[in-house]
């Protein structure tokens, strides 16, 4: 079956540690993102990569980073210098960047909670 | 810049009652709207979309209308059920092909 897989379901770090986040998807698709989404709230886009080895900062990259070394592979290093980590993270693929009715597809998410 | 408004929440509803979520949107050109439903602990699903003014998506007796006129794509189910309880997203696509957000309304269905 196709899909994005995301590891762990939940993670829990000591303040002051890295901490990396997989995002796996077999769907074949160009685009990747990820949106962090705290309770009650809307989903805020950290970083997205529309191609293997490119990525591009969304509007809360401030204290997290990305690689894209491979089509099927999209981790999220949360570091030690994000004030506020503890949230749920989602990972999302698309076949193209979104718009013209290329809708988004997501894992399963992944709550981190530093203590 | 483009947003995307949502209802607040919570919306509770009995078993069988007819639902309606309002989303308006403010967009430059011609977006692409969505509709994605979370359920509890779960990432988002995408229940259905409309890419041009007039279009109606629908899915698993959702539906919603593309109205340019309104600037809206509200959500609505005839008759819903306890399991439809979840949050739901209204989002639109912006010119740079990044999905914009509404901030999510959470559904509450009562047997």
């Known amino acids: 079956d196709g899909g994005i897989t995301q590891s762990p379901k939940y993670l829990f770090r000591k303040e002051g540690q890295n901490v990396t986040l997989s995002c796996e998807q077999n769907l074949n698709h160009d685009a990747m993102y990820w949106y962090r989404q705290d309770p009650g709230q809307g989903l805020r886009l950290i970083y997205y990569s529309q191609i293997v080895n490119d990525f591009q900062k969304g509007d809360i990259a401030e204290g997290y980073s990305v690689s894209r070394e491979k089509k099927e592979s999209f981790p999220l290093t949360v570091t030690s210098a994000q004030k506020n980590p503890t949230a749920f993270y989602l990972c999302?693929?698309?076949?193209?960047?979104?718009?013209?009715?290329?809708?988004?597809?997501f894992g399963p998410g992944t709550r981190l909670t530093v203590t | 810049g483009d947003s995307v408004t949502q209802m607040e929440g919570p919306v509770t509803l009995s078993e069988e009652a007819f639902l309606t979520i309002n989303c308006t949107y403010t967009?430059?050109?011609?977006?692409?709207l969505f509709w994605y439903v979370q359920y509890p602990g779960e990432g988002l699903q995408l229940l259905l979309k409309?890419?041009?003014a007039d279009d109606k998506g629908s899915n698993k007796g959702f539906e919603a209308t593309y109205r340019k006129e309104t600037t809206s794509f509200h959500l609505e189910k005839g008759s819903v059920q306890v399991s439809d309880s979840a949050v739901y997203f209204c989002a639109l696509s912006d010119s740079n092909y990044q999905l914009i957000w509404g901030a999510g309304t959470k559904l509450i269905i009562k047997p």
């Open positions: 409309a890419t041009k």
């Open positions: 999302a693929s698309s076949t193209r960047p979104a718009g013209q009715g290329y809708e988004q597809y």
């Open positions: 967009a430059t050109g011609y977006p692409s």
